[in-house]
């Protein structure tokens, strides 16, 4: 079976005004402690993963879970990083919130960093008003050829992940008209979105060089598209996603992106080609599901035509049943697809409790209690 693992980005902000506080360093430095506390297994591991660090901005933090094999012990390894982060968080006077941008406004601080300090230099406001959080799966792969096929094989399927788990509805303290704003703002990077088929490992690693070379990004830490081959393990990297509120939406995305991989894979074996979709239409069916997210409706896969969300997230759990139902995921994902598509993602919830309460702070504390819990 395939191992895979996730990394979430969090933001840190003030308990009092909701605002986001530039804490991370002091929270990543106690947060350690505070699962060693609390799950002295998770502390214990060996191999990669299982971390706390810095991000882009001084008011956010990246966790990462070990490699798992099952769906079940990557949600208490969210779970256990969340509590131990919020933890940590209270002791600086802060609060961890899950949501993929700041509901309050806020002046993003950068993390003082020499790479950080020239893409700030490059990319100006683009990099100054950065404050995203996205969730990125690790699915293994058996090498770069491989994942090369993979990546050519699941493009048509990147913007239904990104339906289920939009978390970023609001941005400089405003409503966006966006379930997702966190994959607009993260478009602005000259290297980011849906790819064209590379066709080959050897396509795929000319591109990053040519990239590279032009003098645009600064290095292969900058290929920022929806899915690539990762240079740190032997993975796909996805990451269309918000970081989603609820925990057990992350592993649904992820037990999906198994099941792609998968799936994917196994095509590429038999030499069947992937689908002729034309970039153009992947960014169309990326904006659409940023602005519906799982309310209605998506981008066929198929045919690039409208079709309510239900059918396209049904549509993929078909995709994919074969190889959800060899990892003995597929009745956790269709639980999974119908617990988001009934109560919503994180960006409903956010909208709910903004027109019930009318405060952005009262947003902002929702969004921690249930990240803590």
């Known amino acids: 079976m395939r191992t895979l693992g996730i990394e979430e980005e969090l933001l840190v902000v003030d308990q009092e005004t909701g605002e986001p506080s530039a804490r991370a360093e002091r929270v990543i430095r106690r947060a350690p402690w505070q699962l060693r506390d609390q799950d002295a297994s998770r502390w214990d591991h060996d191999g990669p993963g299982g971390n706390v660090g810095p991000e882009l901005k001084q008011q956010q933090l990246e966790v990462?879970?070990?490699?798992?094999?099952?769906?079940?012990?990557?949600?208490?390894?969210?779970?256990?990083w969340r509590r131990a982060s919020a933890t940590a968080a209270e002791q600086e006077?802060?609060?961890?919130?899950?949501?993929?941008?700041?509901?309050?406004p806020v002046k993003p601080l950068t993390t003082p960093d020499e790479r950080y300090g020239r893409m700030v230099d490059r990319f100006g406001v683009t990099a100054e008003d950065q404050l995203t959080c996205g969730c990125h799966v690790h699915v293994s792969v058996e090498g770069d050829d491989e994942g090369v096929g993979v990546l050519d094989r699941i493009r048509p399927w990147l913007p239904a992940l990104l339906a289920i788990s939009a978390n970023s509805p609001f941005w400089s303290g405003r409503d966006s008209g966006y379930a997702s704003f966190r994959s607009q703002a993260w478009n602005r990077w000259p290297s980011a979105g849906p790819t064209d088929v590379f066709g080959s490992a050897d396509a795929y690693h000319r591109l990053v060089d040519d990239m590279i070379a032009s003098g645009v990004?600064?290095?292969?830490?900058?290929?920022?598209?929806?899915?690539?081959?990762?240079?740190?393990?032997?993975?796909?990297?996805?990451?269309?996603?918000?970081?989603?509120?609820?925990?057990a939406d992350a592993v649904l995305v992820a037990g999906l992106c198994r099941g792609l991989v998968e799936t994917a894979a196994r095509e590429w074996a038999a030499g069947r080609p992937p689908a002729a979709l034309p970039t153009a239409m992947l960014r169309l069916a990326m904006w659409q599901a940023a602005k519906s997210g799982v309310e209605g409706q998506l981008l066929d896969p198929g045919t690039s035509r409208p079709r309510p969300a239900r059918e396209v997230l049904d549509a993929l759990?078909?995709?994919?049943?074969?190889?959800?139902?060899?990892?003995?995921?597929?009745?956790?994902?269709?639980?999974?697809?119908?617990?988001?598509?009934?109560?919503?993602n994180g960006a409903v919830r956010q909208r709910s409790v903004l027109a019930r309460t009318g405060s952005w702070t009262d947003v902002v504390t929702d969004l921690a209690k249930a990240t803590a819990d």
Do not use: K, N
Request: proline letters at 7%; a negative charge.
């Open 64 to 80: 990462d879970t070990p490699p798992r094999a099952r769906l079940e012990e990557l949600l208490e390894d969210l779970r256990a």
């Open 93 to 104: 006077g802060a609060l961890i919130v899950a949501s993929g941008t700041s509901p309050a």
């Open 217 to 247: 990004i600064l290095d292969d830490g900058m290929v920022y598209f929806d899915a690539r081959l990762s240079s740190s393990y032997p993975t796909v990297e996805i990451r269309a996603a918000d970081i989603c509120l609820d925990p």
């Open 317 to 344: 759990v078909d995709h994919v049943r074969p190889a959800l139902d060899e990892a003995g995921d597929l009745e956790q994902v269709r639980a999974g697809v119908d617990r988001v598509v009934a109560r919503g």
